[in-house]
């Protein structure tokens, strides 16, 4: 059964940080993986997918890698905002349907 | 475009009673999926589709039933609600044409009491 754990569970940070949140996954069998951000009380938006034929993609300050052969996915934030905190979820899809980790909750303080 | 829609919001039902979570897409995607959502977990499929008339059960089927009748609207059943389905559910669609990226609704809060 398909496993996505997501490093660390809760994350503070002063504004202007750089940062890096960590997603494995346990099947290396993957057609892409998705990170959304889902801010209290409201549903998902897509941040950036990463098909299993590329390394990285990059969408403003974020930049979402994948290494498949170590089950990885990393979304590093550069700079920091206020308007960054909410919780970050990264998702394996073996082909059409999704596994989702348990996500990461990002505080950026002023 | 819409997007991806849900009714209603917010629900209240007492055990035993039974209601329909509508959700609708515009954008033309053959897969929609049913996800639940509860406190500090990250989603569960609960059923999805690929296409009008085909569905089929992810993680967490039990209590619950789909229909699929045509390319735009996904209900999901609930019959006699339990206190276990209090949660949030989310519906979601994709295509592969979008490489199979799943765009949400705004999810639907149901509480059983």
């Known amino acids: 059964k398909q496993e996505v754990t997501q490093i660390p569970a809760a994350l503070s940070v002063p504004e202007g940080e750089n940062l890096v949140l960590n997603c494995s996954f346990t099947d290396s069998a993957i057609y892409n993986l998705q990170w959304f951000r889902q801010d209290p009380g409201k549903g998902l938006t897509s941040l950036l997918l990463i098909q299993s034929s590329q390394r990285e993609q990059t969408s403003g300050r974020l930049n979402a890698s994948l290494d498949k052969s170590s089950g990885r996915s990393t979304l590093y934030i550069a700079a920091s905002q206020p308007g960054d905190s909410a919780t970050y979820l990264c998702a394996h899809s073996g082909y059409s349907t999704l596994t989702f980790g348990k996500g990461t909750m990002l505080l950026v303080s002023p | 475009n819409a997007g991806v829609t849900q009714t209603p919001k917010f629900r209240i039902l007492k055990i035993g009673q039974s209601m329909t979570l509508q959700c609708a897409q515009d954008m033309n995607h053959n897969y929609m999926y049913w996800y639940r959502q509860d406190p500090g977990m990250g989603l569960k499929l609960i059923y999805y589709?690929?296409?009008?008339?085909?569905?089929d059960k992810g993680e967490v089927p039990n209590g619950y039933n789909v229909s699929r009748s045509t390319t735009e609207d996904f209900p999901l059943r609930l019959e006699l609600a339990a206190p276990s389905q209090t949660s949030v559910y989310f519906c979601?669609?994709?295509?592969?044409?979008?490489?199979?990226?799943?765009?949400f609704g705004p999810g639907t809060r149901l509480t059983v009491t």
């Open positions: 979601a669609s994709s295509h592969h044409r979008e490489k199979w990226e799943q765009y």
């Open positions: 589709s690929v296409g009008a008339g085909i569905t």
